[in-house]
């Protein structure tokens, strides 16, 4: 069926209320929030531990070492949180959080989580685009892990046009995507198809994303890209961006 994109958070609602947990395994939140407290807290460790320790260090355990002091004592936007296996880890060494998700059962999880974990957080439930006008504006960073990438561009640069105004001048926005090298690979499928081949059949769309992405979706507010890095044999890129003085205000 043809993703309707006139009502883009439904649609996106509709395939993201499925949470990745593993590298090829998927959850429901809503079966996740009816999960005892023990076999909540398991899931979540599993999927920490098996993207970012050991063998799997390369997926996400390299970007935790370098951001997790960073990150500490700072107001972090985490948006699309899913299972927030990453912002999470960074709240349990000091980040104060704030996790907005278009599912609100999603945020359910996290919230239980962090309330087992004993971690204070913020959260957001992203009914549209407005919906970020309820935001505080003192963040510093913002992460975008894998998050603002399954949306034609259109879409997203209304959903990050609607941030910039909460990030602080100087603010860092941590990009987590897929590069254009990977869908090369996949033999250029459209993004309506693309999103098939990365995260499974019921993705409606998926789109890489490189500097000129970026470009789009934050002009006319001048960044920087002070770290870029392809990794995973090309299946993931990543942009730390230093966003300056925005113009309007």
Same mark, same amino acid.
């Given at each position: ?55 799997? $260090? ?8 370098? $951001? ?58 992203? /009914? ?24 034609? !561009? ?53 789109? $890489? ?6 470009? $789009? ?6 960044? /920087? ?16 961006? !230093? ?7």
């Amino acid at each position: 069926m043809r993703a309707d994109w006139d009502c883009p958070y439904d649609t996106l609602r509709r395939r993201w209320h499925v949470v990745p947990v593993e590298a090829s395994s998927r959850l429901s939140s809503a079966d996740l929030l009816q999960l005892p407290d023990s076999e909540l807290l398991a899931v979540w460790e599993r999927a920490f531990h098996c993207t970012s320790t050991g063998s799997y $260090y390369g997926v996400r355990g390299w970007y935790h070492d370098l $951001y997790r002091d960073k990150l500490t004592g700072l107001e972090v936007l985490d948006v699309g949180s899913g299972l927030a296996v990453s912002s999470i880890h960074f709240a349990e060494h000091g980040a104060r959080l704030t996790f907005a998700d278009i599912v609100e059962d999603n945020l359910r999880v996290v919230e239980r989580l962090c309330a087992l974990k004993g971690l204070r957080a913020r959260f957001l439930h992203i /009914e549209d685009a407005g919906s970020f006008s309820n935001l505080t504006d003192d963040f510093s960073a913002v992460m975008a892990i894998g998050s603002l990438i399954n949306a034609p !561009r259109e879409i997203i640069r209304e959903e990050v046009q609607a941030i910039l105004p909460h990030l602080r001048p100087d603010g860092r926005w941590l990009h987590f995507a897929y590069p254009r090298a990977r869908w090369i690979r996949d033999g250029k499928p459209t993004f309506s198809e693309w999103g098939k081949y990365t995260d499974g059949p019921d993705t409606p769309w998926m789109e $890489y994303h490189d500097k000129e992405t970026l470009e $789009y979706l934050f002009g006319p507010r001048p960044f /920087e890209i002070i770290f870029e890095c392809e990794w995973h044999d090309h299946d993931f890129n990543w942009f730390d961006c !230093r966003l300056g003085q925005d113009q309007i205000r």
